[in-house]
């Protein structure tokens, strides 16, 4: 019997709803509260250890390129370091959890909370240009000749996005991360929302954040099928009150006003892993 796959969601007027993604790095976001008793009831000599090993460990990983690791001193009751690590796959991420769940450090740590996701750029402008022009053709959706024809734009968006899709983490002072997730209400639900009204909205909330270009650096992951939220936001910039005005001016356009939903939010300073001894004397650790 033939092989029949079941054509895409569609709307009414036959247009596919759900919009091309491209991903790329993996990202785990680790949270942990130093045991702070335990650690300075700890020997010196136990302390040395754990520390020159955890560094040692995440000097390597810290040095830039698609496999790599940074820790942030975090603000607040939500923890005291964040470990943010970025791979090429799944199989990456965990070893990197494993790695720092084996060190003598772990001893010292309680785990917060983790969010695990996928760097993700939504492609609206482009999929509604792109189904439309496959409409034109007369090439319906779900069949071999869609099939080949999306496979091949991707392959090009691909290509053409492939610096933001494998990142490095940038070398800012400060990072703020937070979860969010896209209203799926009574009276409004983004899911049922016509993907061309979707574009734009996104337009709109990309505009804004392309006014603070420079001030900060933005990477979007997507978690659906991974975590509890659906997508991941980290901001990292120098001056700490840009994730305050940008955040606050986005929650005006109508993506975030009336579709947007926010989980818990994270701040930290960066700082270089030669210095984790400086936050375990209870000192801020500079980033340089």
Not at 192 to 211: K, L, S
Request: proline share 5%; with cysteine; hydrophobic share 40%.
């Amino acid at each position: 019997m033939e092989d029949l796959k079941e054509p895409p969601n569609l709307r009414d007027d036959g247009s596919p709803a759900v919009p091309l993604t491209l991903e790329g790095s993996f990202i785990l976001h680790q949270m942990f509260r130093v045991r702070w008793p335990a650690w300075k009831a700890a020997t010196s000599v136990e302390q040395k250890r754990a520390v020159e090993e955890t560094e040692a460990l995440l000097e390597e990983t810290e040095k830039g390129g698609e496999e790599q690791s940074a820790v942030f001193s975090m603000l607040g009751h939500k923890g005291d370091l964040m470990m943010l690590h970025f791979r090429r796959t799944l199989d990456g991420l965990n070893n990197a959890e494993l790695g720092v769940a084996n060190l003598n450090l772990s001893e010292f740590l309680e785990q917060t909370t983790s969010y695990l996701s996928v760097v993700e750029l939504g492609l609206y402008e482009v999929s509604v240009r792109f189904y439309a022009s496959l409409k034109e053709k007369g090439i319906q959706p779900g069949t071999p000749d869609w099939n080949q024809a999306v496979e091949g734009e991707l392959g090009k968006q691909r290509k053409a996005a492939a610096p933001r899709l494998w990142p490095e983490i940038p070398q800012r002072r400060y990072a703020c991360f937070y979860p969010m997730n896209k209203l799926r209400g009574e009276e409004k639900n983004w899911y049922q929302a016509p993907i061309t009204a979707r574009q734009r909205m996104m337009r709109e909330h990309g505009v804004i954040g392309r006014r603070y270009a420079g001030q900060v650096t933005q990477i979007i992951s997507g978690s659906i099928g991974f975590d509890d939220w659906e997508w991941g936001v980290d901001l990292f910039a120098d001056d700490p009150l840009v994730f305050k005005k940008l955040v606050y001016e986005m929650r005006f356009d109508e993506a975030s006003a009336v579709y947007g939903q926010f989980g818990m939010f994270y701040v930290g300073l960066r700082f270089p892993a030669a210095k984790l001894g400086t936050l375990l004397e209870g000192k801020t650790p500079t980033l340089t």
